[in-house]
């Protein structure tokens, strides 16, 4: 299992490499985001929000990374990402610090739900990627 850095949004990672995504069908400069849910080994949920949120924002290329509790789950987490593109997210996955944040994480995931890929066009509190 490998996990993008938590350093900079190390929770979507997870979700997503919980099996292959799909090819990038999206054209040259369009974001790239991802959106999966999460769950942690029963008890555990905010301990491994909190490692997924520990340094959030050192990563290149990422535009945004919520880390959200689902209220009907009970050990749920949504991870919603966007990047510059979806090359800046592969990329992410090799950083030392998200290999170092996989391994902690992996004691605490009990598995991985659905996952989305999207094509996010804007929004509050998102700036446009630039072309």
């Not at 040259?28 to 949920?45: H, N, P, T």
């Not at 509050?124 to 072309?131: E, I, K, Q, S």
């Amino acid at each position: 299992m490998k996990r993008r850095d938590l350093l900079a949004g190390a929770g979507a990672v997870l979700v997503m490499m919980s099996s292959p995504l799909p090819a990038n069908t999206q054209g040259e400069g369009s974001m790239y985001g991802l959106i999966g849910k999460m769950k942690a080994v029963s008890g555990q949920r905010d301990a491994l929000i909190a490692l997924m949120l520990e340094d959030v924002g050192a990563m290149p290329g990422c535009l945004s990374y919520i880390v959200a509790r689902d209220p009907a789950d009970a050990d749920g987490i949504w991870i919603t990402e966007v990047w510059d593109s979806a090359a800046s997210h592969k990329a992410s996955l090799s950083l030392p610090v998200v290999q170092q944040v996989i391994a902690r994480a992996k004691p605490l995931i009990a598995g991985f739900g659905e996952h989305f890929e999207t094509e996010p066009a804007g929004g509050h509190g998102l700036a446009r990627a630039p072309a």
